[in-house]
């Protein structure tokens, strides 16, 4: 019966329900920098629409309360380089210098995906609080060149609930790493965004083909609906004395 209690289930998740534990799970909170979701910053620099990305934050404010509420682990990832960019990789570098907006180059909000810099940071709205760890990756994926795969394993965590930007690129990158880890991935769909909607609504679809390739996908709302339907039920089974 305990067992039955510990776990919440996502019915309306696709390609099917989506269940986990959520004392083995974690929210990964990708990349909600000013650098990607500010004004000035190096996505819109890039010649992007942000307003995609700015049009999430809320959500992504309600489901970290939720994670918060219900004691999970929360991840949050920042993209960014060391100020000599000695782990910039020279082709990553050519390609964002071509695309007029370098990395390491002055910006608004100091040197463009620079780590220390104001850029570089997560939104005020969406900034992790004592006990939560940030993982600064210096690529798309939050598990190249990073502690998260240890970090994971070693809190017993094998369920992760992904939200963040963008949809298509460090989003997927890092599921498709965590699926080839043996995690078993959730994408919040309206809790991820790209600045261009047709990226994001292929990326959500490549997600759960083929009967769930790389995982589940869900809207926000009963993602967090699942969480309180099993503290309800935990209570009840409280009041039982079961």
């Keep these: 019966m305990a067992g039955e209690r510990s776990r919440a289930v996502l019915e309306r998740a696709l390609p099917y329900p989506y269940e986990f534990e959520p004392g083995a799970a974690a929210l990964v909170v990708i990349d ?5 979701c500010s004004p000035g910053g190096f996505g819109e620099r890039l010649g992007n629409n942000i307003k995609p990305a700015r049009r999430i934050v809320p959500v992504i404010e309600r489901v970290l309360a939720a994670a918060r509420a219900a004691g ?3 991840v949050h990832t920042r993209e960014g380089h060391l100020p000599d960019l000695s782990d910039c990789p020279p082709a990553k570098l050519e390609r964002s210098r071509r695309q007029g907006a370098g990395i390491g180059d002055p910006g608004p909000m100091g040197r463009i995906l620079i780590r220390g810099e ?5 939104l005020d709205e969406l900034a992790p609080i004592p006990g939560e760890t940030v993982v600064d990756k210096p690529g798309k994926g939050a598990f190249y060149r990073t502690r998260l795969e240890s970090l994971l394993t070693e809190r017993g965590i094998g369920s992760l609930i992904l939200c963040g930007v963008t949809t298509h690129v460090c989003v997927h990158t890092t599921l498709r790493e965590a699926n080839d880890r043996g995690f078993r991935c959730l994408v919040l769909e309206d809790a991820c965004a790209a600045f261009d909607p047709a990226d994001h609504e292929a990326a959500i679809r490549m997600v759960r083909q083929q009967g769930g390739i790389f995982g589940w996908t869900a809207r926000s709302e009963e993602w967090i609906r699942s969480l309180g339907e099993l503290r309800g039920k935990e209570a009840r089974h409280g009041n039982l004395g079961l």
Excluded at 32 to 36: A, C, L, R, T, Y
Excluded at 118 to 122: D, K, L, Q, S
């Design 118 to 122: 104001p850029g570089h940071a997560i």
């Design 32 to 36: 909600m920098q000013n650098d990607f």
């Design 72 to 74: 999970l682990q929360v």
